[in-house]
């Protein structure tokens, strides 16, 4: 086993997990596995740079995770970053301030690279199971971007497409430099529009339709699975392999998008940084189903992070 150390730093959210991990036999022992709600991509999509307040957030965590990783005395540390830090100007801000405090450099790592990484660590428990057809679709939707992988043992074919939950709530859904509460039925339908151009530029190198089991993954997939399953609050044990029907999926994002911000905030399983972005990332995952007729989603809290971890050990 090595004891190896995984960060993922995306639009809404940095990640860290510690985990001791044999490459040979797949095996990963989580230590410590923690995100916390950065937003590092507020305002890019608008103004092209990384905000000065977003930049500070991201680097209070890095400063949390640093101690951890420390005290936990992990061998290896590779820190991977997306879509934000990737489209930003100001990224060598970025990336001198993780040097600083960690001592490696971000990898601002591909949608391609991203995409592999997410199907290697949501799919790696799955194979061999009876219940579950391949080839899998894994769809990663993150803040700024979503990953579209098909794959049986190995990636097919990969996309990454600039739909995300805060992308898709800055752009559609905020006036003012407030979220509309709730949103109007035009924005909702130009949010609706939009995805589904994105999802028709994956169709065009990912076989979508050709996939007998979807896996989703990432914040809003596994909050729509607390919300349906009713969770007192969050709890990774109870998401993780959980399966969530369209009709559900459907029923929620409904909710979701003609609720106000004080009515989202009341559910016990939302993370508070979700309540304003939550809306946009379920309807990416309905879209997403009804697209390629998916009667459930099978949720993962296995992903990137993990992917990333054995590519370290």
Same mark, same amino acid.
């Given at each position: 086993?090595? #004891?190896?150390?995984?960060?993922?730093?995306?639009?809404?959210?940095?990640?860290?997990?510690?985990?001791?991990?044999?490459?040979?036999?797949?095996?990963?022992?989580?230590?410590?596995?923690?995100?916390?709600?950065?937003?590092?991509?507020?305002? $890019?999509?608008?103004?092209?740079?990384?905000?000065?307040?977003?930049?500070?957030?991201?680097?209070?965590?890095?400063?949390?995770?640093?101690?951890?990783?420390?005290?936990?005395?992990?061998?290896?540390?590779?820190?991977?970053?997306?879509?934000?830090?990737?489209?930003?100007?100001?990224?060598?801000?970025?990336?001198?301030?993780?040097?600083?405090?960690?001592?490696?450099?971000?990898?601002?790592?591909?949608?391609?690279?991203?995409?592999?990484?997410?199907?290697?660590?949501?799919?790696?428990?799955?194979?061999?199971?009876?219940?579950?057809?391949?080839?899998?679709?894994?769809?990663?939707?993150?803040?700024?971007?979503?990953?579209?992988?098909?794959?049986?043992?190995?990636?097919?074919?990969?996309?990454?497409?600039?739909?995300?939950?805060?992308?898709?709530?800055? #752009?559609?859904?905020?006036?003012?430099?407030?979220?509309?509460?709730?949103?109007?039925?035009?924005?909702?339908?130009?949010?609706?529009?939009?995805?589904?151009?994105?999802?028709?530029?994956?169709?065009?190198?990912?076989?979508?339709?050709?996939?007998?089991?979807?896996?989703?993954?990432?914040?809003?997939?596994?909050?729509?699975?607390?919300?349906?399953?009713?969770?007192?609050?969050?709890?990774?044990? #109870?998401?993780?392999?959980?399966?969530?029907?369209?009709?559900?999926?459907?029923?929620?994002?409904?909710?979701?998008?003609?609720?106000?911000?004080?009515?989202?905030?009341?559910?016990?399983?939302?993370?508070?940084?979700?309540?304003?972005?939550?809306?946009?990332?379920?309807? $990416?995952?309905?879209?997403?189903?009804?697209?390629?007729?998916?009667?459930?989603?099978?949720?993962?809290?296995?992903?990137?992070?993990?992917?990333?971890?054995?590519?370290?050990?």
């Amino acid at each position: 086993m090595t #004891r190896v150390a995984a960060i993922d730093c995306g639009t809404n959210s940095i990640r860290l997990l510690v985990a001791d991990c044999d490459p040979a036999t797949g095996e990963l022992v989580d230590l410590d596995r923690r995100m916390t709600i950065v937003r590092l991509g507020q305002g $890019v999509d608008r103004t092209g740079r990384l905000a000065p307040e977003a930049l500070e957030r991201t680097f209070a965590a890095c400063r949390e995770y640093a101690a951890v990783i420390k005290e936990l005395g992990a061998e290896r540390l590779r820190f991977v970053a997306t879509s934000a830090s990737r489209d930003a100007e100001n990224r060598d801000d970025f990336v001198r301030g993780v040097l600083d405090i960690l001592g490696v450099e971000p990898e601002v790592i591909s949608g391609d690279q991203e995409a592999e990484f997410s199907f290697t660590g949501a799919t790696g428990e799955l194979k061999g199971r009876d219940d579950l057809a391949t080839p899998y679709l894994v769809v990663d939707i993150g803040g700024g971007s979503t990953e579209f992988v098909v794959g049986n043992a190995h990636v097919r074919a990969a996309r990454s497409v600039d739909v995300g939950c805060v992308r898709m709530t800055e #752009r559609h859904l905020v006036r003012d430099g407030v979220v509309s509460d709730p949103p109007s039925p035009e924005q909702i339908a130009a949010m609706r529009a939009d995805i589904e151009a994105a999802l028709d530029l994956a169709e065009e190198t990912v076989p979508l339709r050709e996939a007998r089991t979807l896996v989703g993954l990432a914040g809003s997939v596994t909050t729509v699975s607390a919300i349906a399953q009713e969770l007192p609050e969050y709890d990774s044990e #109870r998401i993780h392999h959980s399966r969530v029907s369209r009709e559900k999926v459907r029923e929620i994002t409904e909710w979701l998008l003609h609720s106000t911000h004080a009515e989202r905030a009341t559910v016990p399983s939302m993370h508070p940084g979700r309540v304003d972005v939550i809306a946009a990332g379920a309807l $990416v995952l309905l879209s997403i189903m009804e697209r390629i007729d998916a009667e459930e989603v099978v949720v993962s809290e296995h992903d990137i992070l993990d992917g990333i971890a054995f590519s370290v050990a």
